[in-house]
């Protein structure tokens, strides 16, 4: 079921996208050129070379690699959390939550075990922590 909430949420994401002045982008496509992965991906794109295990990238014409049209991130644990940051504390995004954060993460980036990773940073976040809802029954007679 879609609330006018989650609505608005994708809405004023995608506005503070196309706006934000971050350099989160251009940090990934920096660490890219120094990974050796990165580097046999873009080569293998570049040549026409497609091996099996690389069917579903592309490149773009300003560098990214793409997987299934979403930007390629490194195994690199400092990138991801630079877009976990970009994506759930910047304050014009707010506290989304786990499913909403993956959600909106998986619209535009890619990395292997996403979903854990996101849980496992909402889980160490203290603010998040803080106001997270307990989904307890009250004690005493019902």
Not at 16 to 45: P, W
Not at 69 to 81: A, F, H, P
Not at 88 to 103: A, D, E, F, M, W
Request: aromatic fraction near 10%.
């Amino acid at each position: 079921m879609v609330d006018a909430l989650s609505r608005m949420v994708h809405a004023m994401h995608a506005i503070t996208i196309s706006t934000c002045k971050s350099d989160l982008k251009i940090r990934i496509l920096e660490a890219g050129n120094s990974y050796q992965q990165y580097m046999q991906i873009k080569r293998s794109l570049q040549q026409g070379e497609m091996q099996p295990k690389y069917k579903d990238y592309e490149m773009k014409e300003d560098g990214f690699i793409l997987y299934k049209c979403r930007i390629y991130v490194l195994n690199s644990q400092g990138l991801k959390n630079l877009v976990l940051s970009e994506m759930h504390r910047v304050p014009y995004v707010g506290h989304l939550g786990c499913q909403k954060t993956i959600s909106t993460i998986r619209e535009q980036y890619f990395w292997l075990h996403m979903k854990k990773i996101v849980v496992d940073y909402i889980a160490w976040f203290l603010e998040c922590q803080k106001v997270k809802n307990k989904h307890k029954n009250p004690i005493g007679l019902i």
